[in-house]
């Protein structure tokens, strides 16, 4: 056998126990696995090296083939431990991936906070009627018997007054806590200059407490005013905001009634939100839901503010955001509004 | 009101009208009907039968065995207890099975071991007026088997109607059934006073004289005289209805005047003719130290802001309220003078509001009555007391006289009603309701048939008279309302208005208040709501004497309750409660805060006032301008925050947290953060101004120019022992308006290069222990020879072993940096130093 001849026959067994190593690490088959079988092979003493050393042994014109040989057998052992390494570090990956599992259902604490209920139904509410171009209006809550009685056509001494129990202020003349939010009709018109669109939501008081009613509670007066304003578009206003919250299959009914700022005047009804009409225990089987009080502006309310009231005709509505509230949330205690209590508060949400 | 079914039927015939049908009819034209009550008092057969015989008990001495027929079958053994059972009366069986008043049900049973098979009943039993010992004995003329439910007019159907004050002409029967006629297009059956029989030779001015003092007064008296009258109880009909709508039977004479009053909606009274002294009625003011005992027993002191009835020499009635017991109707009173007239409506009111003394008189009086009827009234209530003395003596077999009733009544009508013309323009008309094929002859229909009386009419204008009973039909749009509310509010249409777009402007307080309440629910806090009252003890668990600006409350004439008394002036009482009643549900980590309102008497107020306080003598914002020039209280808009020390409960991932001051400070850093209000400083609060907060952990707030925000601290320990509270909690409260005021002010923002990185040093100094985070602050700020330090952050404070007495370490992590070039540790060192010898001579301070 030639020098050559061995050369290749050593070459080959070195590919041979190559490709049998390699199979053979796959079983346990890490970095260091790797590791040690580049220094075996491509180590300074390694298998691959000293095949280098025996090139010296062959002659001139041997030396050429059997160093391709060799190069090629370098790049194959090469190869072969790229590939094993890549294969290496996906499976320590792998391990590493799986030392580190979390409890994912291990519970946070957030510091979230919450909204009043009263708070987000008058924000859905405002946003509503801003759609509908109205104006938000506020005013003072300790009022003038002036803004809150005498210049809405309640007369002094009619029993009209009686229809609202109301806290007077000590030591002061005709001061009152406003019984309504309708005291903005008049301090808006006396500020602003028709066309009006005005909307005011706030807090509203009567002496009056029990399982119905609170004597602090909250209402949303609105009104319009322009010329030709007419008991239908009073009537499309309302409709169109209702639908807008409870949903656009219900439907609205007006019933006359008094309210002495007002003629003609009425209350208004929702068709039920919980049975939509069809009867049930929140609508007492009717059907129908009270919902609030509305009608055109009197012309003696327009007069009393110096207004024409031929040429300007308008309508007001008013009605309590706290069963609003109640009935979109489902509440069933309205004086649990009032107690601070955080378990029933942190329940809401701060979007509406 | 209180409505008989069966009585309306009278006014109104409501064949095949539904109950139902009626009462959507009631609500569709105003008279909102707020319940239905069927009365049916007696269940199964409750019959008319006669004792046909009548034995002693043998085993009790006060019982009898009663052979009773009811016209069906065998005679029914009944074990009575009745005195006045005897043979031969006709008497009320209760059978086996049947139902009284009060769940009482009849069985079958043995009494001193006797079978008894039914009962016989008292009027009590039956749940009747009357209460005369004994069963009840009926006239002979009924007939056995007859049903005792409908004897005795007891089964009706109550219609429960709320009546808006307006329409005091629905205080009557007769009203109410012409609104239900014109609604339903039936016709109005009004009893025909013409039919009475009067004694024309009996003459009321030859017994009775009335004088009115004043016709504002009294618009109207007229006076009936009626003789040989007998007190005797009205007929079961007459009992029956009165019943149904709330009022008790008393005797023929005041029955009649109730029932008159609830048909016709005008008060009625009547006298005894001999209680009026001098046979003279005056309306007049009541006199100085006059005073009555009225007919509810009650001596009343009267004042000269009250109408009296008076006779020559005394008051002998409260005209419109109540009548007095010296002229009462008494059992052998034989001759009577029938009162109907006008009062002025204003006088009652106050007259029953002062004796809080509201009786279905005065509350028609009040409302109004209709003028033009009180010869009517007076007729009709003498013409029922007549028919219904005859109905009785021959149900009753009573030998008594036919009373006699007077051909003309005393009728002093000063200045007799004059209908007002109001003219309706069918266009008007129109464009109000929005109905443009409501026309000129609807409206004449529905306003004639509501007894309006048209004057003119085309078919654009039609002038109409309002009737003497409608005292709220004033001007054209009262009409207006009339046409439409019977043509039916269903048939407007639903349109929306025409209007040029463009809304009005708002003021900017209105949405930041939306805003303000988001920031701070999503920082961490829970919003909550509460009555905006306090009580004077308030101020005293908070320290607040009388010379503190918040003692200027503005307080309530009528509160609900003592400590409702003042309203609040601030928000800290509700808070507190709110926070106390959660620690009573055993909730921890309370952290509520409330953006609302407070309120302040000016008129109270220190004249001098600290500079903290200064904003309470300025009206808030959210009062327009006009209103801010009347004298009022001042209202500021406020948010408030109570957080509990137990902050955050121990979990797997951190430590329980317990809350203080810092966490207060910290909720408002972030939450005014986010309206870019970054400056803040905290100072020290003086003690004098905040006397519920802990001296040594309270500060006032202020925003980058100095001007007062609010306060915060923890609660004073003597506040937070008053309140009952175990632990303090940390609290503040800002004034809105300021903030607002503050977000609103234009900032500078980096623009420039931050892309060269930033390099830091931790440094540790020594300094005094009175040295505050704030003088480092104030130094930083005025380092001379500051070229790159941009910011400085304590992170450890240190006091104690290995440090000198007097001493704490203050540790700093200080960052450098420039947005020219990347900085070398050189131009750091050099800066470094620079601050670390301007420390030593500002604050004495020295590096560890």
Same mark, same amino acid.
């Given at each position: 056998?030639?020098?050559?001849?061995?050369?290749?026959?050593?070459?080959?067994?070195?590919?041979?126990?190559?490709?049998?190593?390699?199979?053979?690490?796959?079983?346990?088959?890490?970095?260091?696995?790797?590791?040690?079988?580049?220094?075996?092979?491509?180590?300074?003493?390694?298998?691959?090296?000293?095949?280098?050393?025996?090139?010296?042994?062959?002659?001139?014109?041997?030396?050429?083939?059997?160093?391709?040989?060799?190069?090629?057998?370098?790049?194959?052992?090469?190869?072969?431990?790229?590939?094993?390494?890549?294969?290496?570090?996906?499976?320590?990956?792998?391990?590493?991936?799986?030392?580190?599992?979390?409890?994912?259902?291990?519970?946070?604490?957030?510091?979230?906070?919450?909204?009043?209920?009263?708070?987000?139904?008058?924000?859905?509410?405002?946003?509503?009627?801003?759609?509908?171009?109205?104006?938000?209006?506020?005013?003072?809550?300790?009022?003038?018997?002036?803004?809150?009685?005498?210049?809405?056509?309640?007369?002094?001494?009619?029993?009209?007054?009686?229809?609202?129990?109301?806290?007077?202020?000590?030591?002061?003349?005709?001061?009152?806590?406003?019984?309504?939010?309708?005291?903005?009709?008049?301090?808006?018109?006396?500020?602003?200059?028709?066309?009006?669109?005005?909307?005011?939501?706030?807090?509203?008081?009567?002496?009056?407490?029990?399982?119905?009613?609170?004597?602090?509670?909250?209402?949303?007066?609105?009104?319009?005013?322009?010329?030709?304003?007419?008991?239908?578009?009073?009537?499309?206003?309302?409709?169109?905001?209702?639908?807008?919250?409870?949903?656009?299959?219900?439907?609205?009914?007006?019933?006359?009634?008094?309210?002495?700022?007002?003629?003609?005047?009425?209350?208004?009804?929702?068709?039920?939100?919980?049975?939509?009409?069809?009867?049930?225990?929140?609508?007492?089987?009717?059907?129908?839901?009270?919902?609030?009080?509305?009608?055109?502006?009197?012309?003696?309310?327009?007069?009393?503010?110096?207004?024409?009231?031929?040429?300007?005709?308008?309508?007001?509505?008013?009605?309590?955001?706290?069963?609003?509230?109640?009935?979109?949330?489902?509440?069933?205690?309205?004086?649990?509004?009032?107690?601070?209590?955080?378990?029933?508060?942190?329940?809401?949400?701060?979007?509406? | 009101?209180?409505?008989?079914?069966?009585?309306?039927?009278?006014?109104?015939?409501?064949?095949?009208?539904?109950?139902?049908?009626?009462?959507?009819?009631?609500?569709?034209?105003?008279?909102?009907?707020?319940?239905?009550?069927?009365?049916?008092?007696?269940?199964?057969?409750?019959?008319?039968?006669?004792?046909?015989?009548?034995?002693?008990?043998?085993?009790?001495?006060?019982?009898?065995?009663?052979?009773?027929?009811?016209?069906?079958?065998?005679?029914?053994?009944?074990?009575?207890?009745?005195?006045?059972?005897?043979?031969?009366?006709?008497?009320?069986?209760?059978?086996?099975?049947?139902?009284?008043?009060?769940?009482?049900?009849?069985?079958?049973?043995?009494?001193?071991?006797?079978?008894?098979?039914?009962?016989?009943?008292?009027?009590?039993?039956?749940?009747?007026?009357?209460?005369?010992?004994?069963?009840?004995?009926?006239?002979?003329?009924?007939?056995?088997?007859?049903?005792?439910?409908?004897?005795?007019?007891?089964?009706?159907?109550?219609?429960?109607?709320?009546?808006?004050?307006?329409?005091?002409?629905?205080?009557?029967?007769?009203?109410?059934?012409?609104?239900?006629?014109?609604?339903?297009?039936?016709?109005?059956?009004?009893?025909?006073?013409?039919?009475?029989?009067?004694?024309?030779?009996?003459?009321?001015?030859?017994?009775?004289?009335?004088?009115?003092?004043?016709?504002?007064?009294?618009?109207?008296?007229?006076?009936?005289?009626?003789?040989?009258? &007998?007190?005797?109880?009205?007929?079961?009909?007459?009992?029956?209805?009165?019943?149904?709508?709330?009022?008790?039977?008393?005797?023929?004479?005041?029955?009649?005047?109730?029932?008159?009053?609830?048909?016709?909606?005008?008060?009625?009274?009547?006298?005894?003719?001999?209680?009026?002294?001098?046979?003279?009625?005056?309306?007049?003011?009541?006199?100085?130290?006059?005073?009555?005992?009225?007919?509810?027993?009650?001596?009343?002191?009267?004042?000269?802001?009250?109408?009296?009835?008076?006779?020559?020499?005394?008051?002998?009635?409260?005209?419109?309220?109540?009548?007095?017991?010296?002229?009462?109707?008494?059992?052998?009173?034989?001759?009577?003078?029938?009162?109907?007239?006008?009062?002025?409506?204003?006088?009652?009111?106050?007259?029953?509001?002062?004796?809080?003394?509201?009786?279905?008189?005065?509350?028609?009086?009040?409302?109004?009555?209709?003028?033009?009827?009180?010869?009517?009234?007076?007729?009709?209530?003498?013409?029922?007391?007549?028919?219904?003395?005859?109905?009785?003596?021959?149900?009753?077999?009573?030998?008594?006289?036919?009373?006699?009733?007077?051909?003309?009544?005393?009728?002093?009508?000063?200045?007799?009603?004059?209908?007002?013309?109001?003219?309706?323009?069918?266009?008007?008309?129109?464009?109000?309701?929005?109905?443009?094929?409501?026309?000129?002859?609807?409206?004449?229909?529905?306003?004639?048939?509501?007894?309006?009386?048209?004057?003119?009419?085309?078919?654009?204008?039609?002038?109409?008279?309002?009737?003497?009973?409608?005292?709220?039909?004033?001007?054209?749009?009262?009409?207006?309302?009339?046409?439409?509310?019977?043509?039916?509010?269903?048939?407007?249409?639903?349109?929306?208005?025409?209007?040029?777009?463009?809304?009005?402007?708002?003021?900017?307080?209105?949405?930041?208040?939306?805003?303000?309440?988001?920031?701070?629910?999503?920082?961490?806090?829970?919003?909550?709501?509460?009555?905006?009252?306090?009580?004077?003890?308030?101020?005293?668990?908070?320290?607040?004497?009388?010379?503190?600006?918040?003692?200027?409350?503005?307080?309530?004439?009528?509160?609900?309750?003592?400590?409702?008394?003042?309203?609040?002036?601030?928000?800290?009482?509700?808070?507190?409660?709110?926070?106390?009643?959660?620690?009573?549900?055993?909730?921890?980590?309370?952290?509520?805060?409330?953006?609302?309102?407070?309120?302040?008497?000016?008129?109270?107020?220190?004249?001098?006032?600290?500079?903290?306080?200064?904003?309470?003598?300025?009206?808030?914002?959210?009062?327009?301008?006009?209103?801010?020039?009347?004298?009022?209280?001042?209202?500021?808009?406020?948010?408030?925050?109570?957080?509990?020390?137990?902050?955050?409960?121990?979990?797997?991932?951190?430590?329980?947290?317990?809350?203080?001051?810092?966490?207060?400070?910290?909720?408002?850093?972030?939450?005014?953060?986010?309206?870019?209000?970054?400056?803040?400083?905290?100072?020290?609060?003086?003690?004098?101004?905040?006397?519920?907060?802990?001296?040594?952990?309270?500060?006032?707030?202020?925003?980058?120019?100095?001007?007062?925000?609010?306060?915060?601290?923890?609660?004073?320990?003597?506040?937070?022992?008053?309140?009952?509270?175990?632990?303090?909690?940390?609290?503040?409260?800002?004034?809105?308006?300021?903030?607002?005021?503050?977000?609103?002010?234009?900032?500078?923002?980096?623009?420039?290069?931050?892309?060269?990185?930033?390099?830091? &040093?931790?440094?540790?100094?020594?300094?005094?222990?009175?040295?505050?985070?704030?003088?480092?602050?104030?130094?930083?700020?005025?380092?001379?020879?500051?070229?790159?330090?941009?910011?400085?952050?304590?992170?450890?404070?240190?006091?104690?072993?290995?440090?000198?007495?007097?001493?704490?370490?203050?540790?700093?992590?200080?960052?450098?940096?420039?947005?020219?070039?990347?900085?070398?540790?050189?131009?750091?060192?050099?800066?470094?130093?620079?601050?670390?010898?301007?420390?030593?001579?500002?604050?004495?301070?020295?590096?560890?």
């Amino acid at each position: 056998m030639s020098q050559l001849e061995i050369c290749l026959k050593q070459i080959e067994a070195i590919k041979g126990q190559f490709q049998a190593d390699s199979a053979s690490s796959k079983a346990q088959l890490s970095i260091k696995v790797v590791e040690d079988l580049r220094i075996k092979y491509l180590g300074r003493k390694g298998l691959v090296t000293s095949l280098m050393e025996s090139l010296k042994t062959l002659s001139k014109e041997e030396k050429p083939a059997a160093g391709k040989v060799i190069n090629e057998l370098r790049q194959g052992v090469e190869a072969g431990l790229e590939s094993l390494k890549v294969e290496a570090d996906a499976s320590a990956l792998d391990a590493s991936l799986s030392q580190y599992k979390l409890d994912i259902s291990l519970p946070t604490q957030n510091l979230q906070g919450s909204l009043h209920p009263v708070t987000l139904m008058r924000r859905v509410m405002l946003t509503e009627f801003r759609k509908l171009g109205f104006t938000v209006y506020d005013g003072p809550e300790i009022d003038l018997d002036f803004y809150n009685f005498e210049a809405l056509n309640f007369k002094e001494d009619h029993p009209a007054r009686d229809m609202q129990d109301t806290f007077f202020v000590a030591d002061r003349v005709a001061t009152i806590l406003r019984t309504h939010t309708s005291n903005i009709q008049i301090h808006a018109m006396m500020h602003e200059k028709a066309p009006m669109r005005v909307v005011a939501p706030g807090r509203t008081y009567r002496c009056d407490s029990d399982i119905t009613h609170t004597p602090m509670f909250h209402q949303i007066e609105g009104f319009v005013v322009d010329k030709n304003i007419s008991m239908g578009d009073m009537k499309g206003i309302v409709d169109r905001f209702l639908k807008q919250i409870f949903g656009q299959d219900l439907s609205i009914r007006l019933r006359p009634s008094f309210f002495p700022f007002v003629e003609p005047g009425a209350e208004f009804d929702l068709q039920c939100v919980k049975c939509r009409g069809a009867g049930c225990r929140i609508c007492k089987a009717t059907g129908w839901l009270e919902i609030g009080g509305l009608g055109m502006i009197h012309p003696n309310v327009f007069e009393k503010l110096g207004m024409d009231s031929e040429e300007y005709t308008g309508f007001a509505f008013g009605f309590g955001i706290d069963r609003i509230a109640m009935l979109r949330y489902g509440l069933a205690d309205l004086r649990q509004l009032f107690e601070g209590d955080q378990q029933f508060l942190s329940q809401f949400p701060i979007q509406p | 009101m209180q409505v008989s079914l069966r009585w309306l039927n009278e006014y109104i015939d409501l064949t095949g009208v539904s109950t139902d049908d009626l009462s959507k009819a009631l609500t569709s034209i105003g008279l909102e009907v707020e319940g239905i009550k069927h009365e049916k008092p007696l269940k199964g057969d409750v019959l008319v039968g006669k004792i046909i015989a009548a034995d002693k008990h043998p085993d009790a001495d006060k019982l009898q065995v009663t052979q009773v027929d009811v016209g069906r079958g065998e005679p029914l053994t009944i074990v009575c207890g009745a005195p006045n059972a005897r043979v031969g009366i006709k008497v009320v069986v209760a059978m086996i099975g049947s139902e009284l008043p009060k769940d009482f049900k009849i069985k079958e049973s043995k009494i001193r071991g006797q079978k008894s098979l039914g009962m016989l009943c008292s009027e009590e039993e039956l749940g009747l007026a009357g209460g005369h010992d004994g069963i009840i004995e009926l006239p002979e003329s009924v007939a056995l088997g007859t049903s005792v439910a409908q004897y005795f007019h007891m089964e009706d159907s109550i219609i429960e109607i709320g009546l808006t004050p307006n329409r005091s002409d629905c205080l009557g029967l007769i009203g109410l059934a012409r609104d239900v006629a014109a609604k339903l297009g039936k016709s109005l059956k009004v009893p025909d006073d013409k039919k009475i029989s009067v004694d024309a030779s009996l003459k009321s001015d030859a017994y009775i004289k009335v004088n009115i003092e004043s016709s504002e007064d009294s618009r109207r008296f007229t006076a009936l005289y009626m003789s040989d009258v &007998r007190a005797i109880p009205s007929p079961r009909w007459m009992q029956a209805r009165l019943q149904h709508a709330g009022m008790r039977p008393i005797n023929i004479i005041v029955d009649a005047t109730n029932y008159v009053m609830l048909e016709s909606g005008q008060p009625i009274h009547a006298y005894d003719e001999r209680d009026i002294g001098g046979k003279t009625l005056n309306v007049r003011r009541a006199r100085e130290d006059e005073s009555i005992k009225t007919l509810d027993g009650q001596e009343r002191k009267l004042l000269a802001t009250d109408i009296v009835i008076a006779d020559a020499s005394k008051a002998i009635g409260v005209a419109g309220v109540m009548g007095g017991a010296n002229s009462e109707i008494k059992g052998d009173t034989r001759n009577i003078v029938i009162e109907v007239a006008h009062f002025n409506p204003s006088l009652v009111r106050k007259t029953s509001k002062r004796f809080a003394l509201h009786t279905e008189a005065s509350h028609r009086f009040e409302r109004g009555v209709d003028i033009e009827n009180t010869v009517w009234v007076a007729r009709r209530v003498a013409g029922l007391i007549l028919s219904a003395t005859e109905e009785q003596r021959q149900e009753l077999k009573l030998d008594i006289p036919t009373p006699r009733i007077a051909g003309q009544a005393v009728d002093n009508y000063p200045k007799p009603f004059a209908a007002k013309t109001i003219e309706l323009r069918i266009a008007r008309m129109q464009a109000i309701t929005g109905i443009k094929t409501l026309s000129a002859k609807n409206a004449v229909t529905i306003l004639e048939q509501l007894g309006c009386k048209t004057v003119s009419q085309t078919d654009s204008l039609l002038k109409i008279s309002a009737p003497s009973w409608r005292h709220d039909i004033e001007r054209e749009v009262d009409l207006i309302e009339e046409v439409i509310r019977i043509h039916g509010y269903e048939h407007i249409p639903l349109t929306l208005p025409k209007m040029a777009i463009g809304a009005l402007p708002e003021h900017p307080l209105i949405d930041f208040i939306d805003q303000n309440k988001a920031i701070l629910a999503q920082i961490g806090l829970h919003e909550t709501v509460s009555f905006p009252f306090m009580g004077a003890q308030d101020l005293e668990h908070l320290g607040i004497k009388s010379e503190h600006p918040l003692s200027a409350l503005v307080k309530l004439v009528n509160p609900l309750a003592e400590h409702h008394r003042f309203m609040r002036s601030t928000m800290l009482v509700g808070l507190i409660q709110a926070l106390a009643q959660n620690r009573r549900n055993g909730l921890k980590g309370t952290r509520l805060f409330e953006l609302a309102r407070t309120f302040h008497e000016p008129k109270s107020l220190p004249k001098e006032l600290a500079p903290v306080w200064t904003s309470l003598s300025k009206q808030g914002d959210h009062v327009p301008v006009k209103a801010r020039q009347d004298d009022r209280p001042i209202e500021k808009t406020k948010v408030a925050a109570i957080i509990d020390p137990s902050f955050l409960p121990k979990s797997w991932d951190h430590a329980e947290e317990q809350a203080g001051f810092f966490h207060g400070k910290a909720f408002i850093t972030q939450w005014l953060a986010a309206f870019g209000i970054r400056s803040l400083r905290f100072e020290t609060a003086n003690a004098k101004d905040f006397p519920w907060l802990h001296p040594g952990a309270s500060s006032t707030i202020h925003n980058a120019k100095g001007e007062y925000l609010g306060w915060l601290g923890e609660l004073h320990p003597a506040s937070t022992k008053a309140y009952d509270l175990d632990t303090a909690p940390t609290v503040f409260e800002i004034d809105l308006e300021i903030v607002l005021a503050s977000y609103g002010e234009q900032k500078s923002y980096i623009s420039g290069n931050t892309r060269f990185p930033p390099s830091t &040093r931790d440094v540790a100094l020594l300094v005094p222990s009175e040295t505050s985070y704030d003088a480092f602050m104030k130094s930083f700020v005025n380092f001379d020879r500051r070229k790159y330090l941009k910011d400085q952050r304590l992170f450890d404070i240190y006091q104690g072993q290995n440090l000198p007495q007097g001493k704490k370490s203050m540790a700093f992590s200080l960052t450098f940096s420039s947005d020219q070039k990347t900085l070398t540790d050189a131009d750091v060192d050099k800066e470094l130093d620079a601050l670390l010898s301007w420390l030593k001579q500002d604050l004495s301070a020295e590096q560890r």
